[in-house]
């Protein structure tokens, strides 16, 4: 099949983009960074540099594919997050449209049922409903988990102030993924010759957040690690010293919010809570103890 990748090498596209190519398929995969074009071609995929923001573009390289893996950039940008993330979609659905493609496979997330309390995934909302209009195309949408590879981002906090935690308590369930995982179920899907839209969740793992303290406290030799709950103030703040643009923080702050109430959680607990991926917390454990 001719398939077409989006976002670039990233933690996601570039197993996909490996299991394909060894499947035998005519892969493209699509950058904005035209230094990644050697990296791209080394996988045994073409590189397509341009911009997601350009639909002639996308349309140029959508043009014969047999299936198009979609996704959004969790940092598009820095400001008007939400707003920008979902014209990325339009531009992706008008490309669709124009080509007449018959399969895509849309990277969601657990909590985009909703369109409130979700933070950034509010975009993903949006996305889905526009893709649900495009008649001609079977769409998967691969609600995704948390994304394991977020607990990077504490690394610091756990090296500075020995606590790990959000603005959210220690017995709230959190569904999480491991990348490879979506790249797993993504292969599938892009291979299926479905109709209709579709919903599949992605969830290797469902914990509380005090296992994530205990299980990665553990791999770190630091068994006593605690998990704590910030006050939405404390979290923002929090962010916004370690870098992160106001616009940014206050969606993750939306977020966690969102995990403390159930919004997040709903949709995916409404769909019987299917947990499907291969790497648990532990396995995970082990790749954030040789990072850290």
Request: aromatic share 8%.
């Amino acid at each position: 099949m001719k398939i077409i990748i989006t976002g670039s090498l990233g933690n996601v596209a570039k197993p996909l983009t490996k299991q394909l190519v060894e499947q035998g398929h005519d892969i493209t995969v699509i950058s904005s960074n035209e230094e990644r074009k050697h990296d791209i071609e080394s996988l045994g995929a073409k590189p397509a540099i341009g911009s997601i923001t350009d639909v002639d573009f996308l349309t140029q390289t959508f043009n014969g594919a047999d299936a198009v893996f979609v996704m959004t950039p969790p940092a598009i940008s820095t400001e008007n997050i939400v707003q920008n993330t979902i014209n990325a979609g339009k531009n992706y659905a008008e490309a669709l449209k124009n080509t007449g493609v018959k399969r895509a496979v849309m990277l969601s997330s657990v909590g985009a049922g909703s369109p409130v309390e979700n933070g950034p995934i509010k975009g993903l909302h949006h996305i889905e409903k526009l893709y649900q209009e495009l008649e001609n195309t079977s769409f998967t949408f691969l609600r995704a988990g948390y994304f394991y590879t977020n607990f990077y981002n504490d690394i610091p906090l756990i090296k500075n102030a020995g606590i790990i935690g959000g603005n959210y308590p220690e017995n709230t369930e959190i569904p999480v993924v491991h990348p490879a995982d979506i790249a797993q179920a993504a292969a599938e899907e892009l291979v299926k010759s479905e109709t209709g839209k579709n919903i599949r969740y992605i969830v290797s793992d469902s914990r509380k957040a005090a296992d994530f303290a205990k299980v990665l406290g553990a791999s770190i030799e630091k068994p006593e690690l605690p998990w704590v709950e910030f006050s939405d103030e404390d979290s923002l703040n929090g962010m916004l010293q370690a870098g992160l643009p106001q616009d940014m923080a206050e969606l993750y702050v939306e977020m966690g919010l969102g995990m403390k109430t159930g919004t997040v959680q709903k949709d995916f607990i409404e769909h019987h809570s299917p947990v499907s991926g291969n790497i648990k917390l532990e396995d995970f454990a082990k790749e954030f103890a040789s990072q850290f």
